[in-house]
């Protein structure tokens, strides 16, 4: 779903649908929800009774229990700016009898941010009192089993740069590839999710591959491909090391790269049309040459025949 004035934004959106609740929340105090991806950003969420959390070390015994949802950063590498590239958070929790009262937070009057040692995370520590959430009649747990529903409103024009800085961690990827790969990773989300889990070395390593096929690509020109077997040869090398590393899709990529390396069989092959068809052309010329020469021959090869038809008849009476 694109923003309609400028296309700026994306809404992702995530359903988690917990069942069997009273048993897992038994078996586990914190529950968590499969990742997600707003942007390049993982994420998880998270719910349990407020006061279970070990972090609410300034929970009170005697007051009301209430239920605790959080978006929870999945890597512990997010930071403040990263986060802003998503500038909207939205929790729901579903009321299966009644839509209208579904009950929902935003970023924009009750979800908190909390910036913690372990994790960052953001939420609300009483979504809503326990007791109440527990009661099928209110319809937030029916059978058992509850819905929640995650936002993300994220700014697709945010720049990933300070994203592939944090995964390189200060290391040699140069300024003019670092460009390039902000602009690849804007419309490829998956080649930093593809990494994200990654030692700092291989991811270094990894881009700085990416980045130098991305360069060679923008600064060669397919021309000068044709008769440079060196050029083509540093392609295949970097294209080899690119395919190591494990991107999850270069689909978008591949092909360019295939194409430059095949330049020079394209040229060969299109040579030998050229001559093929030029080679046509010059037989069908002899064909047509040698059907008038035959036309003739045919003709004179009758008049020849009557001639001495005539001649016979004449000396015979």
Aim: aromatic fraction near 8%; hydrophobic fraction near 40%; proline fraction near 1%.
């Amino acid at each position: 779903m694109l923003n309609q004035e400028a296309n700026l934004e994306t809404v992702v959106k995530f359903t988690w649908t917990i069942n069997n609740f009273s048993q897992e929340l038994k078996n586990c105090k914190m529950l968590y929800s499969q990742t997600f991806f707003a942007g390049a950003n993982p994420w998880r969420l998270l719910l349990y009774r407020e006061g279970d959390d070990d972090e609410d070390e300034d929970y009170e015994e005697e007051e009301e229990k209430g239920l605790s949802i959080y978006f929870v950063a999945v890597d512990s590498a997010i930071h403040v700016e990263r986060i802003l590239c998503c500038s909207r958070f939205k929790l729901s929790l579903i009321n299966q009898i009644d839509c209208k009262m579904t009950r929902t937070k935003t970023t924009s009057d009750d979800i908190c941010i909390d910036f913690l040692k372990s994790h960052v995370r953001m939420g609300c520590s009483s979504f809503i009192t326990f007791d109440k959430f527990l009661d099928s009649k209110n319809g937030f747990l029916v059978n058992d089993s509850c819905v929640i529903v995650a936002e993300a409103s994220v700014n697709n024009n945010a720049s990933l740069g300070s994203r592939l800085i944090d995964l390189n961690g200060g290391g040699k990827i140069g300024k003019v590839h670092l460009e390039l790969l902000d602009k690849a990773c804007s419309k490829h989300p998956s080649l930093i999710e593809s990494l994200i889990k990654s030692s700092q070395r291989f991811i270094e390593g990894g881009f700085t591959a990416l980045g130098r096929v991305l360069h060679f690509l923008k600064t060669k020109k397919m021309k000068d491909m044709m008769n440079d077997d060196a050029a083509r040869k540093e392609l295949q090398d970097l294209w080899d090391e690119v395919e190591r590393v494990g991107f999850d899709d270069l689909t978008w990529l591949e092909p360019h790269v295939r194409s430059a390396l095949s330049m020079k069989d394209y040229i060969q092959r299109e040579e030998v049309v050229t001559k093929l068809k030029g080679n046509v052309v010059d037989l069908e010329d002899r064909v047509k040459r040698a059907k008038r020469e035959l036309e003739i021959a045919e003709k004179d090869f009758d008049k020849r025949d009557l001639n001495d038809a005539l001649a016979h008849g004449i000396s015979y009476l």
